[in-house]
């Protein structure tokens, strides 16, 4: 990251040129560690939030009786939809054959390892009894999809870690470890595998994630009926984030091409992915309407709930439910269908932008808004602020996920395309597509 | 070999469904069953900054009243026994919570407890509270703490069990005696016994001709939100009809003014 320098300055000390890959320029050692810096501080204020909840408690937090769930919940709901963007990109590559996915497959794979072991990590600071997570697997629970999110959420790390190694592996200076190449070499044998698991794990704790809402017939705000057992929003939450991983794949290379200064990926890669997402998101938004009608007229009236009465409490108005669906759902999905056949760059990115930004709506709704509802006919309405523990022991995990994307794509090669691209730069303007990114 | 003798076999033990049922009308928000419940379950009493939030209160007393009026009514709020379809008890990922075959009562197993909160989440009635802090008593005041209850550690969930370790201590005595059964009235939970107007009548439910089951069965009886379809065990009573029609509410209605005991 921060190479913008290389073709500033004259000939920057490249002190650990010996790690980085072949046939790409990455910025100075001083200005790398320039750049990591300011995160290295923010983990470590990070760490002393999380370790001031696992030495005293949860009373650090603004969590209460009522707000149960709060910022670390909703977050991991979020950054789990978006790290969807592995699985998904996986079963394209691997099962359905989409080549053009290979461009960003092993980023993909890093950015869900980071969000899913970061969501994993946070969790461990927000359970009471952390030291008791082997319980669920002692004593589980099969009605739960709690233990159902656990099973699936640690067997999917688990696979994500071993399509991570290869990519380590890969490193100039470790693949010149033969047992090490040897070994890469079997488990890349193994990855259609490996990326069918992953597929079918993640498929099941994405809908898990929804069902842990849905099934909460003692809220009716979040309550859903479905098929068999599993709610409406278990289908929900996988076509969610499904059509939200390819979009935040987008914005994350986009990003990782304005930092680094290189062109990464082809721009019909951008447009494959931004055709995906929004075919997927054009999906969920009429899914998502069919669901919220069948909720307002049927479900909620059911448990004694009238239509339009969870929107009554400000903040939480009515506008709540318009910006999930019309300006982060169905506007993004057109803008993204549009902008895939034609249309300049940053249009892809804003609806990407936006798409990403729905989830994160839809994850908050069922988080906090099913919590601040009273239930009980004379309770009240409740509202929550996160403090600075929380918003702190997030953003160390946020600092973990920069520093070892930052590490991963300075000495690993992160996005195929990247040395290729660099040549034709090199070459000349007239080689560039419309829609790439670069400069 | 000489021939082992027999061993019999004892008479299964009567299926019992403990419930209560609140007389809204007699009750004066005292707070009597709140601190009755608190010092028989070894409740501590946190530290200053433990407020309504974060306060451990097995049973909360509202406040409520009617708009543009007077009228007020205290309706005390504590596990509800969910016998039906019982919410915290099918989300609980590691089965601390489990609903006793044999008495109805919802049971909650702090030392299984990951403390992941989802119970809470699920409950309607938001009957369960999580010990944020570590358990403390000022110096001293451990010896009055009672013996047949084991104070919960930080971060795991509690809540009412309708004073359990008094069913055990009940049914000790019975055995003692001879008998598996428990009569009548043997075993209450505290805040029934702390109540000085006597607006809680607590019992067997499944006993058609225990006070409990008549009280639940007349007209004025009531349950919050029934229609979610939980079978709550405790009832509710009272001759005025603005409170009964509050049941028949869903949510809060956004003017509706609360304030809490």
Wanted: proline share 6%; with cysteine.
């Amino acid at each position: 990251m921060a190479d913008m320098a290389v073709s500033r300055f004259p000939e920057p000390a490249v002190l650990d040129k010996g790690w980085i890959p072949r046939g790409v320029s990455r910025c100075s050692t001083a200005q790398f560690l320039g750049w990591l810096s300011p995160w290295v501080a923010l983990l470590l204020l990070g760490l002393y939030a999380g370790w001031m909840c696992l030495r005293d408690g949860l009373y650090h937090t603004n969590m209460d009786h009522r707000f149960v769930f709060g910022l670390w919940i909703f977050l991991d709901l979020a950054i789990i939809a978006l790290g969807a963007g592995a699985f998904f990109s996986g079963f394209l590559f691997y099962i359905l054959r989409w080549h053009e996915m290979g461009a960003v497959i092993r980023s993909a794979v890093v950015l869900g390892f980071l969000c899913y072991s970061g969501a994993v990590v946070v969790l461990m600071v927000d359970v009471g009894q952390p030291l008791r997570a082997w319980f669920t697997f002692w004593h589980p629970n099969t009605h739960s999809m709690l233990a159902e999110v656990t099973f699936c959420i640690t067997c999917y790390l688990i696979v994500l870690s071993i399509e991570y190694l290869p990519l380590v592996l890969k490193n100039r200076k470790l693949s010149q470890i033969p047992s090490f190449l040897v070994f890469e070499f079997q488990l890349h044998k193994v990855m259609p595998v490996l990326a069918g698991v992953g597929t079918f794990l993640s498929f099941f704790h994405q809908g898990s994630l929804g069902g842990l809402f849905g099934v909460m017939y003692g809220r009716p705000f979040a309550y859903r009926e479905g098929f068999g057992i599993w709610p409406a929003t278990f289908f929900l939450f996988i076509l969610s984030a499904i059509a939200a991983g390819p979009a935040f794949l987008m914005l994350t290379t986009w990003l990782t091409e304005k930092i680094s200064g290189h062109r990464l990926v082809r721009g019909s890669v951008y447009r494959l992915m931004a055709r995906t997402s929004g075919v997927l998101l054009t999906a969920y938004v009429f899914f998502k309407c069919v669901d919220t009608v069948i909720w307002l007229n049927s479900t909620s009236q059911q448990a004694g709930f009238r239509p339009w009465e969870f929107y009554a409490w400000a903040p939480f108005g009515s506008w709540v439910l318009f910006l999930e669906i019309v300006v982060l759902g169905l506007l993004p999905a057109l803008i993204l269908l549009r902008a895939s056949e034609e249309g300049p760059r940053r249009w892809l990115l804003c609806g990407a932008a936006l798409a990403c930004a729905g989830i994160v709506v839809n994850r908050l709704v069922f988080t906090i808004q099913t919590l601040a509802l009273p239930t009980l006919p004379f309770d009240e309405f409740r509202t929550y602020l996160p403090n600075w523990v929380e918003v702190a022991t997030f953003l160390g995990v946020v600092a973990y996920a920069v520093i070892v994307y930052s590490l991963s794509f300075r000495y690993l090669t992160l996005f195929p395309q990247e040395k290729e691209l660099a040549r034709a730069t090199a070459r000349g303007p007239q080689q560039e597509e419309i829609h790439v990114s670069g400069r | 070999m000489a021939a082992q003798a027999k061993i019999p076999t004892p008479p299964p033990q009567k299926q019992r469904r403990y419930g209560m049922v609140i007389d809204l009308d007699r009750c004066t928000g005292c707070g009597a069953c709140m601190t009755a419940c608190a010092v028989e379950n070894n409740v501590p009493s946190g530290p200053p900054e433990a407020d309504e939030r974060k306060g451990i209160n097995l049973m909360r007393v509202f406040t409520v009243r009617e708009r543009n009026s007077r009228r007020t009514a205290f309706i005390p709020i504590l596990c509800m026994q969910c016998g039906d379809r019982t919410p915290c008890e099918t989300v609980c990922p590691q089965q601390a919570v489990e609903v006793d075959p044999l008495t109805g009562i919802v049971e909650q197993m702090p030392q299984r407890c990951l403390g992941c909160r989802y119970c809470m989440a699920a409950c309607p009635y938001q009957a369960r509270t999580f010990n944020w802090w570590d358990p403390a008593w000022p110096a001293g005041m451990e010896t009055t703490l009672n013996p047949g209850v084991a104070p919960r550690m930080r971060g795991v969930v509690e809540k009412c069990d309708l004073c359990h370790s008094r069913l055990h201590a009940a049914e000790d005595r019975a055995a003692a005696e001879g008998r598996r059964d428990l009569n009548p009235g043997e075993y209450v939970p505290a805040c029934v016994e702390a109540c000085p107007t006597q607006a809680i009548v607590f019992g067997d439910l499944a006993d058609k001709a225990s006070e409990v089951s008549r009280l639940a069965a007349q007209p004025e009886s009531f349950r919050w939100l029934e229609r979610l379809g939980t079978g709550p065990k405790v009832y509710y009573r009272t001759r005025r009809r603005w409170v009964r029609d509050l049941a028949r509410q869903g949510g809060a209605a956004p003017n509706q003014e609360v304030t809490r005991g």
